[in-house]
């Protein structure tokens, strides 16, 4: 039963560049939520998707991010045209397709690294 | 209003001593507060939760009290370990149901000395 898998679990990309995040949440989960970790801060809630749905991007950056979650394969977080100040931790969490559980039993990740040159 | 706040950022404490974390928070509406541990490298993973409906979980060597009249909330960890030594978030979560996120506070470093 395997966990919620991100890849890449680095990323190195030059300014300008476009970068990927892959998230495949946890078998029998349609909850998928992104947060954005910076050195030595707390994490910061991006986007929370259910399939082919955004529910809530209320921590998106306006420009240049997007994310997406389609009724096949892993959730995706985009980075177009990358800064030195989007270097981060970006974890995904799962949590299951019910109402009734929210990300109260969310799991999180082991995230991805990415590093703007 | 949406923010949480945790303190100390850093603790260093002998193995077997107690481990004490603090958050506070101003939203009334949050009706959920898990703690999360991480070590480096890692993703954040839950430890231990309370709903404001109690005052006191226990779990183990874990636990979280709860004032709501204060709204604080703190983590103990009794009989500290080295393998506890990790960063310690809070985190808070609203009631509305389409509002998935976690609010987290910005983390405690915690380091058990041997």
């Known amino acids: 039963n395997a966990g919620v898998m991100q890849n890449p679990r680095h990323l190195v990309r030059r300014r300008g560049q476009e970068a990927r995040l892959r998230c495949s949440p946890m078998?029998?989960?349609?909850?998928v939520y992104w947060y954005r970790q910076l050195p030595e801060e707390g994490l910061k809630f991006m986007v929370y998707l259910q399939k082919e749905n955004i529910i809530d991007e209320s921590g998106m950056p306006k420009e240049r991010f997007s994310a997406e979650f389609p009724k096949e394969g892993p959730s995706i977080l985009r980075i177009q045209q990358v800064v030195r100040g989007d270097s981060a931790a970006y974890f995904c969490?799962?949590?299951?397709?019910?109402?009734?559980?929210?990300?109260?039993?969310?799991?999180f990740g082991q995230g991805t690294r990415l590093t703007v040159v | 209003q949406q923010q949480v706040k945790q303190s100390p950022q850093s603790l260093i404490v002998q193995k077997g001593g107690i481990s004490i974390i603090n958050c506070a928070y101003e939203?009334?509406?949050?009706?959920?507060f898990p703690w999360y541990q991480q070590f480096p490298g890692k993703g954040p993973a839950l430890l231990i939760a309370?709903?404001?409906?109690?005052s006191e979980k226990k779990e183990g060597r874990f636990t979280i009290s709860f004032n709501k009249s204060a709204k604080q909330f703190s983590l103990h960890i009794m009989d500290s370990q080295p393998g506890d030594s990790a960063t310690y978030f809070c985190?808070?979560?609203?009631?509305?149901?389409?509002?998935?996120?976690?609010?987290f506070g910005k983390g405690t470093k915690l380091s058990v000395k041997p």
């Open positions: 985190a808070a979560n609203r009631i509305d149901p389409s509002q998935g996120n976690l609010i």
């Open positions: 309370i709903r404001p409906d109690v």
């Open positions: 939203n009334t509406a949050f009706d959920y």
């Open positions: 078998k029998g989960h349609s909850h």
């Open positions: 969490a799962s949590s299951p397709g019910s109402r009734r559980v929210r990300v109260t039993e969310a799991f």
